[in-house]
């Protein structure tokens, strides 16, 4: 199958999956969460119902416990004076308060006042079902132990269902014992109900529970807690919501049945606007289709034919000179033009292999070598000889001449005692530079152990892949620092960036960074001695990096030395170059230019010019 049948069917495929894909998720993500979105609003419009009529009950509390926390109304159960019923127990206090009903009764639940009040026909009335003479004493209405205690709920009556509430009676800072309560009631007939549907604005009716199938209570109710069942809905029908849910009496029994009509106005707009996604996926989907159709055989599929029938010719011919010369400057002329240098850059490279010996490989190796060799063995050399300069100070001829006199006989007793004075001091001497000698030959071991592991990994990496580990930058960079000579390391100060401690560890081949580091600490310090500095400072770096979706990890070497000049900066890491007078080959930036392409990384040179220090720049695979 060419490319341009591949992008025709995967285009197709990625418009036709996408319209699939949006169809699905709007028809099972998007417009359920509208019905839900619509049951949860619904509920909530029920329950706004439900807490309308918990309100009205709560302020005809507000207004029994009015009349409870007075001193008159605590005389009035104790003395039943006609006064306070004259004043109290009227239609006109009724009327204000808008209650059917207001109840006076004594702790043991004997009414001592009661009116009863028709609120359209101003006239009394009959409320059937309500003691008129005494409440039982385990009525719910009389529930009330403490003077703060307060009982609300709906009482069924022959009237129908009425909003009750009661408080305790007490005196007026509702204090001190309970001498009764005081129960207002308010009946929930058409007129409450219109007043509730325009507090609510929502359409709902209060009905008897079907005796046949009465709602199962979740939990027994508490006093005052008139909604205990579950939420019912029913949305068989594609216009309008029926909420409905059960209000339970004071015994906490279902009483009655509050049903909603709630129009489905949010499912509707959910189903138009899908109605419109869908139609405006197809309408795109096409267009988008033959848009990159078009676009894609001017701009991609045209000259990536070129291109492929081009490369496929160079690699069955095997010809190298032919060149393809697109001139476009989008990412496939780049891309060509690039094929055409690799070539060019391919044919040249075959040349030089050819050219190329084994043995210049070999003694380029060893020169590489034998060169971090001498960097390690140097300071070896030079705690050598300080060891010597240190022994060549004990007298040990004169040890001798002392011990032989004292050996003689014919040594006077002052003489004796001076000589034993000198083998003292002698000895003590002696003690001190075997000690620092000790101490020494450490360190001449340690060193020597060094020399021995870069021979010996050296030998190792010439036969197999270094070993991959876990490299920090502060600790390799104070190895590499020991292994500097002694007037090197004297003349420098090495300085940790910032960057280096976030870096944190990474998996390379340690050893051959290693010398890499040594090698780019001493070329720092000769910059230094090169202009004349008795101390300088070198700094060390590191950040993370991506370069062409690879992790890497960026080192920097910075000196205040000598510099490099502008011309020298791509020559540095050439085979032989050197800007050092005398011996020097030029082989260390080489090497370490070439160790560092070895583990997939790239060095580069950074300078503002001589005089004004230098930074070497190695980049490494974060992942070796």
Known sequence: MSLRSKVLTIVATVVATYGIVGYVIQSRILFPSFAQLEREEATEDLQRC?????????????????????????????????????AN?????????????????SLQGKVVGSRTLDLNTQESIDIPGFPKDSFPETHALLRLKEPKDAVGGIAMTGKGPMLVASQPVSNNEREGPIRGAVIIGKLLDSDVIANLREQTQVQFEILPVPPAQPPAKLEPAAAGDIHTARVEIDDRRTDVL?????????????????????????????ATAMRFANYSIVAVGLLVLFALLASLQWSVLGPMSRLTHHVVRVGKTDDLTTRLSMSTKDEIGILATEFDRM??????????????????????????TLHNVRNALTPVLVEIDMLREELAKVPVDQLNMARQQLGEGSVSESRRQELNRFLDLASGRLVTVTQETYLKLDDVAVRAKQIEQFLSEQEVSSRADRPLEWVSVDELTREAASLLPGELRERVTIEMGSGVAATGAFKTHRVCLLQVFGNLLTNAAEAIGSVGKDRGTVTVDACAEDEGGTAMIHLRVRDDGVGIAEQDLNRVFERGFTTKSGSARGMGLHWCANSVAAMNGRMYAESDGTGQGACMHVLLPRNA
């Open 242 to 270: 029926h909420v409905t849910t059960a209000l339970s009496d004071l015994a906490g029994t279902p009483c009655l049945q509050i049903k909603a009509a709630i129009p489905r106005e949010i499912t509707a707009k959910g």
């Open 50 to 86: 439900v807490r309308a009529i918990e309100r009205e009950i709560q302020q005809l509390g507000t207004s029994a416990g009015d009349y409870g926390a007075w001193d008159d109304t605590a005389q009035f159960i104790a003395d039943q004076n006609v006064k306070y019923a004259e």
């Open 89 to 105: 127990l009227t239609a006109t206090s009724l009327k204000g308060l808008g209650i059917n009903l207001l109840c006076i009764c």
């Open 343 to 368: 070539v060019e850059r391919l044919a040249e490279t075959r040349r030089r292999v050819v050219e190329q010996s084994y043995e210049s490989g070999l003694a380029e190796m060893a020169s590489g």
